[in-house]
């Protein structure tokens, strides 16, 4: 892949598959106000949780190089699917020919290492796409950090869609809502705290605390990565200063531009402009 890339600063990117990545964007936007951003949402095609890893790792190594060519040097990954199924082949293999000064960070270590703290029975639930579960990333991850914590995993392919199809608040979402948490904490009894390993699942929220006992936490992503970020840039000042400052975020689509404005204005509160773009 050759792009021509300039080294002029620019925004910071946040990609998704669709539009999960804004309860990450939203949340970033307020611990970093200050900065511009770039969200890109592969809508069209959408959900990347039941794809092939390879077909995963193609499609955000092609949004990762569209931000690098729109300006940005750092690029989120705001999907744990992207996260688990192509971060580590882009940073080990594709950053060097796509260009070694600029970074791609995910979402799940930022959230595996707050954990650690958050829980008092060791043991913990993970819902997630079925590419996040299969990937093993969580529990593999949170061995390293923490060997004595259980993680019991339960994929959800039904939740994205819901989510995507604006259907988060229906009555018919309940079905599946309860049949993954039951399914989930089926499997261990001791599960104090489960992780919401997908950044839609925060718009099923009220329905997931419907169905989950009170005393066991629900940790969603958006302030962990944040707080990482402004973590990761206060450590890395020649980043920072590649970081344009201008308080305004761009939104791309692949899908249709009216589609995603509709739908972002549920996960955001407030009405966007958007491009379309093709990747
Ligand atoms: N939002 C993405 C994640 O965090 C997944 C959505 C999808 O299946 O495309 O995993």
Request: hydrophobic share 40%; charged share 20%; net charge negative.
């Amino acid at each position: 892949m050759n792009l021509r890339l300039s080294s002029i600063p620019g925004p910071i990117g946040v990609f998704d598959s669709g539009y999960g990545g804004l309860t990450i964007l939203s949340k970033i936007r307020e611990a970093l106000p200050a900065y511009d951003y770039i969200y890109l949402g592969d809508n069209a095609r959408n959900p990347y949780g039941t794809r092939s890893f390879q077909i995963v790792y193609e499609f955000t190594l092609q949004a990762v190089a569209k931000l690098f060519e729109l300006g940005c040097h750092l690029v989120i990954l705001g999907c744990n699917t992207a996260s688990a199924k192509a971060l580590r082949s882009i940073q080990m293999n594709d950053l060097h020919q796509l260009d070694v000064n600029r970074r791609v960070l995910g979402v799940i270590r930022p959230t595996v290492e707050c954990i650690g703290n958050l829980t008092s029975t060791r043991h913990i639930g993970l819902v997630a796409t079925p590419g996040t579960v299969k990937s093993q990333s969580y529990p593999l991850e949170i061995k390293k950090l923490f060997p004595d914590v259980v993680v019991s995993s339960q994929a959800c392919p039904m939740w994205v869609p819901l989510v995507e199809n604006n259907e988060s608040n229906a009555e018919g979402a309940d079905y599946f809502v309860k049949k993954y948490l039951d399914e989930l904490l089926a499997k261990d009894s001791e599960i104090d705290t489960i992780i919401l390993g997908c950044t839609h699942y925060p718009l099923l929220l009220p329905k997931i605390k419907k169905f989950v006992p009170a005393h066991i936490n629900i940790i969603t992503q958006g302030e962990l990565v944040a707080e990482s970020l402004k973590d990761y840039l206060h450590r890395h000042p020649e980043m920072d200063a590649k970081c344009t400052r201008g308080n305004t975020c761009i939104y791309y689509t692949t899908e249709a531009e009216e589609k995603f404005s509709e739908s972002a204005s549920i996960f955001l509160n407030e009405s966007v402009n958007v491009k379309h773009i093709e990747l």
